[in-house]
T-cell receptor
Framework: DQQVKQNSPSLSVQEGRISILNCDYT??????FLWYKKYPAEGPTFLIS?????DKNEDGRFTVFLNKSAKHLSLHIVPSQPGDSAVYFC??????????????FGEGTQLTVNP | DVKVTQSSRYLVKRTGEKVFLECVQD?????MFWYRQDPGLGLRLIYF???????EKGDIPEGYSVSREKKERFSLILESASTNQTSMYLC?????????????FGQGTRLTVV
């Protein structure tokens, strides 16, 4: 049962344009959402996050939008750069009484930014 | 900066071998996690630990066990390796927090079982 889904395995955009990566979730108990970026042969690195009590969070070229009623979030990258080419994972946190945090990840979207 | 170090980048093991994957973090994090990454399936949680000697099953614990004898070290054990355990294994750590806290990942171990 995939609770976090990224329906687009890949996305290709032109340098300087906007990249929009999408993520859907099913569990309304998720309270925190994160995006990670992963280059080949490296571990994922944290990019940006958003609490479930907000609908937008911005950090430089990266903005995450959360639509709780639709159980949908998206990551916008403007302007896109070739160095942004990587796999992007959406993750959602389920509060745990004992452990405090446990992340569930989506399948990932391979973003390719063409010069 | 937080550092999460996995003992090997690449491993090749034979079917039936017992395999140990080691992970060490240097930021005194309470939580530690083991994930595996497979194409089209994303990162799936195998086991996690929120304290020394404590462990919780993740979504795909079958065929794996873990050990956390010290706070900074979290080991993943494949009791009898099988070819379907060929994968990229990722260790992560995070602070305990009542709400979500970002996890920091190691560089990954590419395990091939032949």
């Amino acid at each position: 049962d995939q609770q976090v889904k990224q329906n687009s395995p890949s996305l290709s955009v032109q340098e300087g344009r906007i990249s929009i990566l999408n993520c859907d979730y099913t569990n309304s108990m998720f309270d925190y959402f994160l995006w990670y970026k992963k280059y080949p042969a490296e571990g994922p690195t944290f990019l940006i996050s958003i609490s479930s009590i907000k609908d937008k969070n911005e950090d430089g070229r990266f903005t995450v939008f959360l639509n709780k009623s639709a159980k949908h979030l998206s990551l916008h990258i403007v302007p896109s750069q070739p160095g942004d080419s990587a796999v992007y994972f959406c993750a959602a946190n389920l509060p745990e009484e004992t452990s405090g945090s446990r992340l569930t990840f989506g399948e990932g979207t391979q973003l390719t930014v063409n010069p | 900066d937080v550092k999460v170090t996995q003992s090997s980048r690449y491993l090749v093991k034979r079917t039936g071998e017992k395999v140990f994957l080691e992970c060490v973090q240097d930021m005194d994090h309470e939580n530690m996690f083991w994930y595996r990454q497979d194409p089209g399936l994303g990162l799936r949680l195998i086991y996690f630990s929120y304290d020394v000697k404590m462990k919780e099953k993740g979504d795909i614990p079958e065929g794996y066990s873990v050990s956390r004898e010290k706070k900074e070290r979290f080991s993943l054990i494949l009791e009898s390796a099988s070819t379907n355990q060929t994968s990229m294994y990722l260790c992560a750590s995070s602070l305990w927090a009542p709400r979500g806290e970002r996890a920091f990942f190691g560089q990954g171990t590419r395990l091939t079982v032949v």
